[in-house]
């Protein structure tokens, strides 16, 4: 039965030319990498929509674990580098294993990263306590032995926020960073985590304080007003809304709450293909949050304001 199932994918025309791409890209990674290219690198520079969440887990698991023998080391950290691109600068010293990061976002899922590369890093946005981070190390020439472990579980302390000692042999080794060469897939180097065409980015968290006593429901239903208008300009994209740490899936709870006070502030991020318009946004909202929010409660209910 399992068998059967894994093969419907196959019984549609749709899904076989699916399957066929995705083998014909798969290929072409593994060519890339016999150069000793490194997975995250590879990923990073291939623009493919197709190309993420459970196939990118399937490519880590079948390439890194069942090819390669990377080790990997799964953890959930209590607290997080205040700026995880930062560690870039160390990672690209240790020049005795490879390493990947996977970071299992709560948003966009499943990212993918040398973490030796600082736009690679950058491309996760702010970490979150308790989200699953997994790092992979090893060797393309050997399977992983107990530097390698010993790199996971560095790599995974100083993501912690923690400052390990680190042993003389990790800066000993021909694993520096490269650029890879795809041959069998396209490719197309990302600058940021936004660029046009490339996968989904998230830009950073952006504050907005609150400048009245409370953010009542004149506030929230200002702010439904600017982000409906935004996502009515730009539908391919997205507002995510978070206070003290969580997303806000349903604005109403900031005010039902009753504690977003004077002082306080709401953060949002925009996450999609081709962000723009995020300056202008950020300032709708902060008019929002203050007393000038009756500006976006003109016209009737459920017209959409033309902000953008």
């Not at 459970?54 to 953890?75: C, H, N, P, Q, V």
């Not at 890093?121 to 190390?137: D, P, Q």
């Not at 490269?178 to 504050?207: D, F, H, I, N, Q």
Request: proline share 5%.
């Amino acid at each position: 039965m399992e068998h059967n199932v894994n093969l419907e994918v196959l019984s549609t025309r749709e899904g076989f030319n699916s399957a066929v791409r995705h083998i014909k890209k798969t290929l072409g990674i593994i060519e890339a990498l016999e150069g000793n290219a490194n997975l995250g690198d590879v990923l990073f520079e291939l623009e493919d929509r197709e190309f993420t969440g459970d196939r990118i887990g399937l490519l880590l698991r079948m390439i890194l674990i069942d090819k390669l023998k990377y080790t990997a080391l799964s953890f959930n950290p209590a607290s997080v580098a205040a700026e995880p691109a930062a560690l870039a600068e160390e990672f690209e010293k240790w020049k005795a294993v490879d390493l990947v990061a996977v970071y299992h976002h709560p948003d966009r899922g499943l990212l993918a990263a040398n973490p030796k590369v600082p736009e690679e890093l950058a491309a996760f946005g702010v970490l979150r306590k308790r989200e699953l981070l997994v790092i992979y190390a090893g060797r393309a020439d050997a399977p992983a032995d107990g530097i390698c472990q010993k790199a996971a579980e560095i790599a995974a302390a100083l993501f912690s926020g923690g400052k390990p000692r680190i042993p003389r042999e990790l800066y000993a080794g021909n694993y520096g960073v490269k650029k890879p060469g795809m041959k069998g897939a396209e490719k197309s180097r990302r600058v940021t985590p936004a660029a046009s065409g490339g996968p989904a980015g998230m830009t950073p968290l952006y504050s907005v304080v609150v400048q009245n006593e409370l953010f009542h429901n004149g506030n929230v239903e200002a702010w439904k007003r600017i982000i409906a208008a935004y996502t009515a300009r730009y539908p391919e994209l997205q507002v995510h809304i978070y206070y003290e740490g969580e997303r806000i899936l349903d604005i109403n709870a900031l005010f039902k709450w009753g504690k977003v006070k004077h002082g306080r502030a709401i953060q949002f991020s925009v996450l999609g293909r081709e962000i723009r318009d995020t300056a202008k946004l950020r300032r709708y909202l902060i008019q929002g949050a203050g007393h000038q929010f009756e500006a976006f409660l003109q016209g009737p209910p459920g017209r959409v304001m033309k902000l953008f």
